[in-house]
């Protein structure tokens, strides 16, 4: 029993290949903007690259680019077939063509919804790159004059001040770096050398942060040095006192803000998807009505179309055997080509080689 069975006539069909002419070039313009949102995040991810440990974090944009430039090229060619639909003579040089075509275009509408989805399980993958990133960026915030790592700390100080973050997981993480580079401490100092001897590592450690962690909105002077240490300012406490600094760390405010752009994306991406999958509907409603006119060969009569000939369960069944027997192919050849009789078979002579032939009459 056929799934979803609707009965067309001719104005029908023809209304059919019109409107989805019109929406397969819609789809088109639904490529591009995938191809953009995918560009626009790989744009906005290479804008951090710095901050950012290698890994897969640019899987999502590179499927959304692919599927954006196939969504194009599908498109394009399923509003030619539907033009053509609206004949039925033109029709019949896509009657083969069709049902590929709409496969191809399930297996691509799928890979959107993979794309979707995609958006929302990279937080975790972004995070620890966010991590791993911001910790090395912060760890080399010193080396100003090493070659490779001098622009850390413009882009760590450029990141504090615009993000309104400070530190990796908060600003406690400069208190166990050394991010004050050793060309500018003074060696003389019997305060610098106490603090070098001891630290296990030789570190100058301070419970410190960098300019860039201070709250300009704060009605009091930034205090970025000596935090914790409440006689060191007037009439100050490190732990009541709400502090003019940032307090939030950078990788929780990356995080919000490309979680912010990917759950954007996603949802374009399944308003999107569920837009395809419509028209997806359309062309197989389409493909099947065309199909059984020409089958009964009134081509101004009424057809049925439907979205599967055969029930799920039997459709699931068929195509299951299909892919078994894809396997079994090349055995039953090669076992039906040992047992062939006629082959390596020697040639043999059923007439007489002694027979003289008749001399024809003059």
């Known amino acids: 029993m056929a799934v979803l069975k609707v009965k067309f006539t001719k104005t029908k069909r023809d209304k059919l290949a019109q409107i989805l002419w019109i929406l397969n070039w819609i789809s088109v313009v639904s490529g591009i903007i995938l191809f953009s949102l995918g560009l ?36 394009f060619l399923g509003g030619k077939i539907c033009y053509d639909c609206s004949d039925a003579n ?17 297996c691509f509408t799928f ?4 794309g979707a989805l995609m958006c929302y399980t990279m937080r975790n993958e972004l ?11 912060i760890k080399f915030y010193k080396d100003t004059d090493i070659p490779g790592r001098c622009f850390l700390k413009k882009t760590v100080d450029m990141l504090q001040i615009g993000f309104q973050c400070c530190g990796n997981n908060g600003f406690r993480d400069w208190f166990e770096i050394q991010w004050v580079s050793a060309r500018y401490l003074n060696m003389a100092s019997k305060e610098v050398l106490d603090r070098l001897k001891s630290n296990v590592d030789g570190k100058f450690l301070v419970d410190g942060v960098p300019f860039s962690c201070c709250n300009p909105s704060s009605p009091r002077p930034c205090i970025q040095h000596q935090l914790t240490n409440n006689s060191a300012h007037y009439n100050y ?16 405010a990356l995080l919000d803000h490309y979680t912010a752009i990917m759950r954007s994306i996603g ?42 000939e055969n029930s799920f369960v039997e459709t699931a069944k068929y195509n299951i055997n299909i892919i078994k027997n894809l396997g079994k192919a090349n055995q039953i050849s090669t076992v039906s080509s040992m047992n062939d009789p006629n082959i390596n078979v020697e040639n043999t002579n059923c007439g007489k080689t002694n027979v003289t032939t008749k001399s024809i009459p003059a």
């Open 40 to 75: 626009f995040l790989k744009i906005e991810i290479k804008k951090r690259n710095e901050v950012m440990a290698k890994g897969d974090i640019n899987s999502v944009p590179n499927m959304l680019i692919s599927v954006g430039v196939i969504a194009c090229i599908i498109n």
């Open 111 to 114: 890979c959107i919804l993979v």
């Open 237 to 252: 406490d490190f732990l009541t006192e709400e502090l003019n600094i940032w307090v939030r760390g950078c990788r929780e």
């Open 267 to 308: 949802i374009a991406a399944l308003l999107i998807w569920l837009f395809e999958l419509s028209v997806l509907i359309g062309v197989r409603y389409l493909q099947t009505a065309m199909k059984n006119v020409l089958l009964l060969g009134d081509l101004e009569g009424e057809s049925d179309g439907w979205l599967l």
């Open 127 to 137: 995070e620890e790159s966010l991590y791993l990133g911001l910790r090395d960026a």
């Open 90 to 106: 033109k029709f019949s040089r896509w009657k083969l063509v069709m049902l590929p075509y709409i496969v191809c275009t399930f």
